[in-house]
T-cell receptor, first 112, second 113 residues
Framework: DVKVTQSSRYLVKRTGEKVFLECVQD?????MFWYRQDPGLGLRLIYF???????EKGDIPEGYSVSREKKERFSLILESASTNQTSMYLC???????????FGPGTRLTVL | SQKIEQNSEALNIQEGKTATLTCNYT??????LQWYRQDPGRGPVFLLL?????KEKRKERLKVTFDTTLKQSLFHITASQPADSATYLC????????????FGTGTLLAVQP
């Protein structure tokens, strides 16, 4: 079974803090994704990576950056957290060629 | 722009009945559609994939159809159980060389005992 883990299930941070969300997968998938999910808005793609050190902006990259130094690890960074970044953050890996995605359990981030 | 639409209203059905969820796509022709299940506070879990050249796909009590004329996929759960209560997401590839998916906002299914 594909296993995707995220560093925290719940996180509370203050406005202006730098926040790191980590995602680790054990299935050797090339593609990894970061989404945020908000009620009524569904899953919105923030960034994705198709190889080590490679990244591509998704639909809502503003206020975020990512890092992929190793194939199994994909980090999402909030440079200066703001209250409108309070959300559920989901990491996923993608399996070619069907593009089926496998999700982690999610991190519920609250920015105060 | 490419879009996936699902009925945002919750679907309430009685245990034992067949649940049918709808997914419509606009402005493109996906090579496949995927269905995921999401429980509250959890990440989505992949259920089924159907390709454009397949009319129907089954897995246990689940059935998915793909109608390229109507630009629609239907997701059926037969003999539904309260444990099937969850949000179901439809997704498709964005096309081209990208590996990204477009997700619908999901439909909440509530199966009453």
């Amino acid at each position: 079974d594909v296993k995707v883990t995220q560093s925290s299930r719940y996180l509370v941070k203050r406005t202006g803090e730098k926040v790191f969300l980590e995602c680790v997968q054990d299935m050797d998938h090339e593609n990894m994704f970061w989404y945020r999910q908000d009620p009524g808005l569904g899953l919105r793609l923030i960034y994705f990576s198709y190889d080590v050190k490679m990244k591509e902006k998704g639909d809502i990259p503003e206020g975020y950056s990512v890092s992929r130094e190793k194939k199994e690890r994909f980090s999402l960074i909030l440079e200066s957290a703001s209250t409108n970044q309070t959300s559920m953050y989901l990491c996923a890996t993608g399996d070619s060629p069907t593009d089926t995605q496998y999700f982690g359990p999610g991190t519920r981030l609250t920015v105060l | 722009s490419q879009k996936i639409e699902q009925n945002s209203e919750a679907l309430n059905i009685q245990e034992g009945k067949t649940a049918t969820l709808t997914c419509n796509y606009t402005n493109y022709s996906p090579a496949y559609l995927q269905w995921y299940r999401q429980d509250p506070g959890r990440g989505p879990v992949f259920l089924l994939l159907i390709r454009e050249n397949e009319k129907e796909k089954r897995k246990e009590r689940l059935k998915v159809t793909f109608d390229t004329t109507l630009k629609q996929s239907l997701f059926h759960i037969t003999a539904s159980q309260p444990a099937d209560s969850a949000t179901y997401l439809c997704a498709s590839g964005r096309g081209g060389a990208t590996n990204k998916l477009i997700f619908g906002t999901g439909t909440l299914l509530a199966v009453q005992p």
